[in-house]
């Protein structure tokens, strides 16, 4: 034998093993390599003490940060396809197709409401995604540092607790904004009443909504205090208009000049994309003192009912001065 093999041999000691030299009854694959290798026990101890043990953790921290990586950006890309799609909303084609260049005069308004309601989605689900996911490999990590975790996930539930207590009116912004925003309950743009406010939509936040009412003052709603809300610009609208003529009119003539008028208007090129369906005389709403209230209606486009109203009520008085039609005074409300 030689001297070397001898000198190797001598190395060792009786019965050692890879399970032995690297003190664990399941050595890693790097440790039983090493010790196949060298058959040093010495150099075995060392290596599994210092290198084996800091290099697996190290691996497995970063294998546990890659996966959550790719799940977050995986979470990203769908929560980004769901909320754009929910961004698109619930119109029907045929009023899509007509309030893209009549809503408020531009499809600017339009685009910018569904791009508002698909970013503010879009940031808050990936921000609670990216919370979970890193949130949930980080404990990960530390647990594999051998931190005990039991304390800290205790205070934070306390502290958590606190916060809660502290913030029921956030949170309540919070959550009424947030269900707001995924039933498309209003955006920029809409009008609608709010009950202590009615106006503008001009901005939608997860804890505000802010809107400018007829006179120019802006309002400041918290979600959260918003118990009901009326919508008046969702996809379409309706223009009502109760129009008092004398008591001793020809009904009959009368509501024949409300639609023949209400249809020209439909009709004309400037209102035609506005108006969506054939304009409807109702007929006799109501008999108030020396008048008879007669009732039309117009379907328009959203936010568009107060424009059409006003220039039907132009038409009509034009219609009636040429027919001799008197106009009646209604009773005064008691």
């Not at 003190?23 to 890693?28: D, L, Q, R, Y």
């Amino acid at each position: 034998m030689s001297p070397i093999h001898v000198s190797a041999l001598a190395l060792l000691a009786p019965g050692d093993t890879a399970e032995t030299a690297c003190k664990t009854n399941e050595p890693s694959v790097a440790c039983r390599v090493v010790w196949n290798v060298s058959h040093n026990t010495d150099f075995t101890h060392f290596f599994r003490d210092w290198l084996d043990q800091p290099l697996n953790t190290v691996f497995w921290i970063v294998v546990t940060f890659v996966i959550a990586l790719v799940l977050r950006n995986f979470a990203h890309r769908m929560i980004t396809q769901v909320t754009v799609r929910m961004a698109e909303g619930t119109m029907s084609e045929r009023v899509r197709e007509r309030t893209r260049t009549h809503f408020d005069g531009s499809p600017a308004l339009l685009n910018q409401r569904r791009a508002q309601r698909a970013k503010t989605l879009g940031s808050v689900l990936r921000s609670i995604a990216s919370i979970l996911i890193m949130g949930t490999a980080a404990s990960s990590i530390l647990g594999s540092l051998g931190l005990n975790l039991a304390p800290i996930l205790a205070s934070a539930s306390v502290v958590g607790v606190a916060v809660g207590f502290g913030a029921q009116n956030i949170v309540k912004d919070f959550l009424a904004g947030l269900f707001m925003l995924l039933e498309d309950q209003y955006g920029v743009g809409d009008v609608i009443d709010v009950g202590t406010a009615k106006g503008t939509v001009e901005a939608v936040t997860l804890r505000v909504t802010r809107m400018r009412d007829v006179d120019g003052v802006v309002w400041y709603v918290p979600n959260g205090e918003i118990k009901k809300v009326g919508n008046e610009s969702q996809n379409w609208g309706r223009a009502v208009l109760d129009i008092p003529v004398d008591i001793a009119e020809d009904i009959e003539k009368v509501k024949e000049i409300l639609q023949v008028t209400a249809d020209k208007l439909a009709e004309s090129a400037d209102w035609e994309d506005v108006v969506l369906e054939k304009p409807s005389v109702w007929g006799v709403q109501a008999m108030a003192g020396d008048a008879l209230i007669i009732r039309v209606v117009l379907k328009t486009a959203p936010g568009k009912q107060g424009e059409v109203a006003r220039e039907l009520r132009e038409r009509v008085k034009v219609a009636f001065d040429g027919a001799g039609i008197a106009v009646g005074t209604p009773a005064p409300a008691s």
